[in-house]
């Protein structure tokens, strides 16, 4: 039994297909990226207007799914298959004149990218015997602002053409699905073929290191195992790093920089090799200290989930709710610590709770302020305009740690060209690690929040909220010796290790 996955496996690395076919493991511990408040399947067909319709299941034949369309107009979750390739049709809608078929994408924009794994299904239904008429796609409408009570009809939009990243209408769905019409005797052929052929060799593609790294990419690439921390393979953002590690030049300090058009990073990087370990530009981190630092110093760290359904008023589809935050004040020798934990629609709650935590003078420091901070923020000044203006002047204040590593003005070669928090902490405060704690990184937060969310048994519920804060308080400590560590290096020399 093949699955559209297979095919794509197969497009893009026979290896993978083949090893894919041999564990042939189950997943488990999914975890659902969108908080999911209330099905989208539900109300994608609301939007539609079907009351009544047909719901496929597992292991439907396709004689079932087809003797459940000649009794049913409407028919979803519907299995279809030829010669073991197995699909599923999210919504199919079959009158005495018209086969549509509704295709249904979580993105903002669908784009073309889609249409491969389309065209397989439409010509699986096709062999099946059901010729579609038209084809539709379904997504989210990012215009959507939801009032009171959640509009179905203006969530979803219908469309007979993909979108563009700017959200403009591109080429018709049925014509690009016809373009891309497929063989698929040939593809099936080549796939059973491929697998029960000898595991082919290991073969680098942009499959191995795509989104996250392929679960197969120590055993194909077992040379890239167990890397020293200034191998050259950690250099940041290049293609040519393989070829230079296949011939010979092994460590970051063995780069000629004359010969490369190399990024601040990327000299960071090799100057870090070259002085010992850790490179930092003294001139550049003063002067970005000049313009930052400041008494209070406050530090501040958001948790939230994701949504792709709004669940209040106010909020778009795809949008967060930020459930919780950290801040620590230090002010001379003085710490101090506010934290605050919410659940359900705690928005305003929390935006006020912040208002009154942070002090009204002194920076604001997050990591990766630009990408996560400041744009929480702004949502909650958009939610509640009452209070806009005292949220948007915190982001005046706000002042984003990383980038000092970002854009190379420090590096260390235990960061392995990364720069995430739990790189640096991991550097700076190697006996201080989060996996002491019960909750030890960001998605596990996001999933205990939304089982505290459920939970009614007080004493556990009691249990996951001081796990959730521990976490999130950890994050603003680590802050706060992070801008310590950077501040200490002011007064050093280029010799200084953390
Ligand atoms: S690591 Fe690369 S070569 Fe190996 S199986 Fe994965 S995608 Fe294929």
């Not at 295709?103 to 794994?117: K, Q, R, V």
């Not at 392929?214 to 890239?224: G, K, L, S």
């Not at 939230?304 to 919780?324: A, C, E, F, S």
Request: proline share 4%; glycine share 4%; net charge negative.
């Amino acid at each position: 039994m093949y699955h559209y996955q297979d095919i794509t496996r197969f497009k893009n690395c026979k290896r993978l297909f083949q090893l894919m076919r041999r564990t042939r493991e189950e997943r488990s511990g999914y975890f659902s990226y969108y908080n999911v408040i209330k099905s989208p399947e539900s109300s994608i067909l609301k939007k539609l207007g079907v009351v009544s319709y047909f719901k496929g299941s597992i292991g439907d034949s396709v004689q079932v799914s087809l003797d459940a369309l000649k009794e049913n107009e409407w028919i979803v979750q519907a299995r279809f298959e030829y010669r073991g390739l197995r699909i599923r049709i999210p919504i199919l809608h079959h009158t005495d004149s018209l086969t549509e078929v509704y295709f249904t994408s979580n993105a903002p924009y669908p784009g073309t990218e889609c249409a491969e794994t389309f065209s397989v299904s439409v010509e699986i239904l096709r062999q099946c015997g059901i010729v579609p008429d038209k084809v539709f796609l379904v997504f989210p409408n990012m215009q959507y602002v939801r009032e009171d009570e959640l509009d179905d009809d203006r969530m979803w939009i219908v469309s007979e053409n993909f979108i563009t990243p700017k959200g403009n209408i591109s080429k018709s769905v049925y014509e690009v699905i016809r373009e891309k019409q497929k063989n698929l005797d040939e593809i099936i052929d080549r796939m059973e073929k491929c697998e029960m052929e000898e595991l082919r060799e290991p073969v680098k593609n942009s499959y191995c290191t795509k989104r996250e790294q392929c679960r197969f990419y120590a055993d194909c690439f077992p040379e890239f195992k167990d890397l020293p921390d200034n191998s050259i393979m950690h250099l940041a953002s290049s293609s040519e790093k393989e070829k230079m590690f296949r011939n010979g030049i092994l460590y970051l300090k063995d780069i000629d920089l004359e010969k490369m058009d190399a990024s601040r990073v990327q000299y960071a990087q090799v100057m870090a090799d070259r002085c010992g370990g850790f490179y930092a530009d003294h001139a550049a981190l003063k002067h970005w200290f000049e313009g930052i630092s400041s008494d209070p110093a406050i530090f501040l760290d958001f948790e939230w989930d994701l949504y792709l359904i709004p669940p209040y008023p106010g909020m778009k589809p795809i949008h967060p709710v930020v459930n919780q935050y950290s801040i620590h004040i230090v002010n001379g020798d003085t710490i101090e610590h506010k934290e605050y934990l919410g659940e359900g629609d705690c928005r305003r709650e929390l935006a006020e709770a912040l208002l009154r935590d942070i002090p009204s003078y002194g920076k604001i420091y997050a990591f990766n302020a630009k990408g996560a901070e400041r744009i929480r923020i702004e949502e909650l000044a958009e939610y509640f305009p009452d209070l806009a203006e005292d949220l948007l002047d915190l982001n005046k204040r706000l002042v984003d740690l990383q980038v000092p590593f970002e854009s190379g003005v420090l590096y260390d070669v235990r960061m392995k060209g990364t720069y995430s928090l739990k790189t640096l902490t991991k550097m700076i405060d190697p006996y201080h690690s989060y996996s002491d704690l019960d909750v030890s990184e960001g998605l596990e937060a996001v999933e205990i929040h939304r089982l505290y969310e459920k939970c009614e048994d007080l004493e556990e519920k009691e249990r996951m909220a001081k796990d959730l804060k521990e976490y999130c308080s950890m994050d603003t400590e680590e802050l706060v010796k992070l801008y310590f560590w950077m501040e200490s290096l002011l007064d050093s020399g280029s010799e200084v290790k953390p």
